[in-house]
């Protein structure tokens, strides 16, 4: 079976990936640092997997460490080897990844989502490895001012640090695509906003301190940790005058992925952008009352300020995916909020409860 080297794997999107990844044979070398997810994450992936396979243990391998760290990544390459399971490709989930952040800390951004990047490829290079899935983000159209939904090709206009970091490796990618004697094989999914979980709730998001995002906020609020949730504007030009976005569920994503790397092995050579979302827009209001009815819960909320930097309507068009990959959208946004939910409770019931499993270290 392939082996793919996940980078970014402990986190929230890295976990429900690897689960998908694992359920479709895949061995699968997970590299992270940890330094936005917890340890026992990756434990939570195998405990769900383990009912479906008796060899649970053996197509997972962890790494605990830096993307920055070439020296780590090429021994990885080589440890694979001599293991006789070559990775034949890469997802590249690693990075950090808040906005706010970015603006406040704008080195430590370019550092390890340029920088290391730069240093992986080069590991890709070293190791003929020319396969590679990357995590991009709708973040890069910027501002937009139209109620259509967005196409690969649509302006490229991103207004934070964070979101200039995506684009520049973006670049890079296709100038090591356009450069390159040998063929490689690149997609950069772009993803529109993932939430939800995966239905058992033994993974989800685990946001450090107060979350951002909206979802992991409504889950907070929701469980009381947080007293109300703001809603940044009631006068955009929308429908109820709150802003709409593409919400999509995070194992419709993972999927998304496993459908990406077997696009590119049918390919001798692709570069290829695609958006990855439902195509479906939602407003923030509409977002928190489905999730008071799906729940049956309370959600205190208030109307705020616009929050600088916002869209009123961000959506995919996700024409050139849904034809390209093997790939549909399966779920819908009472999933969404219903795994979400689950994982929340269960997060907060178990959060200290540790797994038995250990798991696979590479070196
Ligand atoms: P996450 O923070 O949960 O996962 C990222 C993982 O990378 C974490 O486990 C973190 O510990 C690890 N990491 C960070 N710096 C590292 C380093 N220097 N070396 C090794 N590991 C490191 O975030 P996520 O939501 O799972 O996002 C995964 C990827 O998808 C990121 O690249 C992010 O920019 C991108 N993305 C996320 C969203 C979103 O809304 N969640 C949207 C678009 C794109
Ligand atoms: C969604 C909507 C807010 C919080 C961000 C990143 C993007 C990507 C996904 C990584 C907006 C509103 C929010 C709150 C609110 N991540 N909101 N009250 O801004 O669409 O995208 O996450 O790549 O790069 O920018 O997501 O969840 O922050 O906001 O009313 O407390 O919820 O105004 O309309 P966003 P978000």
């Known amino acids: 079976m392939p082996t793919i080297f996940l980078t970014g794997g402990s986190g929230y999107i890295g976990t429900h990936t690897c689960l998908t990844l694992l359920n479709a044979g895949f061995n699968v070398i997970v590299l992270d640092s940890n330094i936005n997810s917890k340890k026992r994450a990756l434990k939570k992936v195998l405990e769900i997997y383990k009912l479906s396979s008796f060899n649970f243990k053996n197509q997972l391998f962890f790494v605990e460490g830096d993307i920055r760290n070439e020296n780590?990544?090429?021994?990885?390459?080589?440890?694979?080897?001599?293991?006789?399971?070559?990775?034949?490709?890469?997802?590249?989930?690693a990075g950090l990844k808040s906005v706010r952040e970015s603006i406040n800390n704008p080195l430590e951004y370019w550092d390890v989502n340029v920088g290391g990047s730069i240093k992986l490829f080069r590991c890709m290079i070293k190791h003929n490895c020319h396969t590679i899935v990357f995590s991009s983000s709708a973040t890069i159209y910027g501002i937009q001012e139209i109620e259509d939904s967005i196409k690969e090709d649509g302006s490229i206009n991103p207004i934070n640090p964070y979101g200039e970091n995506k684009v520049t490796i973006e670049k890079i990618l296709k100038n090591i695509f356009d450069g390159s004697k040998e063929n490689w094989r690149i997609a950069n999914l772009r993803y529109f906003n993932p939430i939800g979980a995966h239905s058992s709730g033994l993974i989800g998001e685990e946001p450090r301190g107060i979350p951002n995002n909206i979802f992991p906020y409504i889950c907070e609020v929701g469980s009381g940790r947080i007293d109300k949730l703001q809603i940044f504007g009631r006068d955009w030009p929308t429908r109820d005058g709150t802003c709409i976005r593409d919400y999509i569920h995070v194992m419709d994503l993972a999927e998304a992925h496993k459908s990406a790397l077997d696009y590119l092995n049918k390919k001798d050579s692709e570069f290829i952008n695609l958006n990855i979302g439902t195509g479906i827009g939602t407003s923030v209001l509409e977002l928190v009352k489905t999730f008071i009815k799906v729940n049956e819960c309370n959600l205190n909320y208030e109307f705020a300020e616009r929050r600088e930097g916002d869209s009123y309507h961000l959506v995919a068009n996700n024409e050139l995916a849904l034809q390209t990959l093997n790939w549909k959208p399966q779920k819908n946004l009472e999933d969404m909020c219903r795994d979400g939910w689950q994982w929340q409770k269960f997060n907060k019931e178990f959060l200290e409860n540790t797994s038995s499993i250990n798991l696979q270290k590479l070196i």
């Open 72 to 93: 780590l990544i090429n021994e990885i390459f080589e440890k694979a080897k001599n293991k006789k399971m070559p990775i034949n490709a890469v997802l590249h989930l």
